[in-house]
């Protein structure tokens, strides 16, 4: 049973467009949704963070929107350019419990110059 | 800097074999983690652990053991590898709860089966 769901597989977007994933969560107790960004040959790393008392963070061009009623969450990335092309993931934790991150199946990113 | 170390980059190993992989984490964490990473399905929990000696099963247990006897050090065994093993391995470690959870992971393990 996939706890978090994830969507678009994979994006192509044109240098200075809006990219947008999509999360969504089914365990009402997870109160922690961060986003990690991986480039090739490497392990992912966290980019930017919510708490569901917050309906949106930005940091840069950045922007997690999120939506507790739904039980849903997205990724903007505004401007986005060559250099953000990388695969994404969405993840959800407890910070109440231990902080075991369960994590989205992957957005794969391509912003063509 | 944190610094999660996974002691290999590749390996190939044959179907039956015992398999070991491990990671050492720097930074006093309490929670370490074994990920799968597969096309598709992204990051799979296969094992998680809060303490030394203390595990809890992930989503894909079936075929694989951890061992974790000091903070610093998990590591991850295929009891007896199959091909379906074949894959990339990230161990990550982050702090216990309090205010935040980020985890930071290693380079990742690309395992072969044959």
């Known amino acids: 049973q996939q706890q978090v769901k994830q969507s678009p597989q994979s994006l192509i977007v044109q240098k200075g467009g809006i990219s947008i994933i999509n999360c969504a969560y089914e365990?009402?107790?997870?109160?922690?949704f961060p986003w990690y960004q991986q480039f090739p040959g490497k392990g992912p790393a966290l980019l930017i963070a919510?708490?569901?008392?917050?309906s949106e963070k930005k940091e840069g061009r950045f922007t997690i929107s999120f939506n507790k009623s739904a039980k849903q969450f997205s990724l903007h990335i505004m401007d986005s350019q060559p250099g953000d092309s990388a695969t994404y993931f969405c993840?959800?934790?407890?910070?109440?419990?231990?902080?075991?991150?369960?994590f989205g199946q992957g957005t794969t990113l391509q912003v063509k110059p | 800097d944190v610094k999660v170390t996974q002691s290999s980059r590749y390996l190939v190993k044959r179907t039956g074999e015992k398999v070991f992989l491990e990671c050492v984490q720097d930074?006093?964490?309490?929670?370490m983690f074994w990920y799968r990473q597969d096309p598709g399905l992204g990051l799979r929990l296969i094992y998680f652990?809060?303490?030394?000696?203390?595990?809890e099963k992930g989503d894909i247990p079936e075929g694989y053991s951890v061992s974790r006897e000091k903070k610093e050090r998990f590591s991850l065994i295929l009891e007896s590898a199959s091909t379906n093993q074949t894959s990339m391995y990230l161990c990550?470690?982050?702090?216990?709860?309090?205010?935040?959870?980020?985890?930071?992971f290693g380079q990742g393990t690309r395992l072969t089966v044959v």
């Open positions: 990550a470690s982050s702090l216990m709860g309090r205010g935040s959870t980020e985890a930071f």
């Open positions: 365990n009402t107790a997870f109160d922690y």
């Open positions: 919510i708490r569901p008392d917050v």
């Open positions: 993840a959800a934790s407890m910070l109440s419990n231990t902080g075991k991150l369960i």
């Open positions: 930074m006093d964490h309490e929670n």
């Open positions: 652990s809060y303490d030394v000696k203390m595990k």
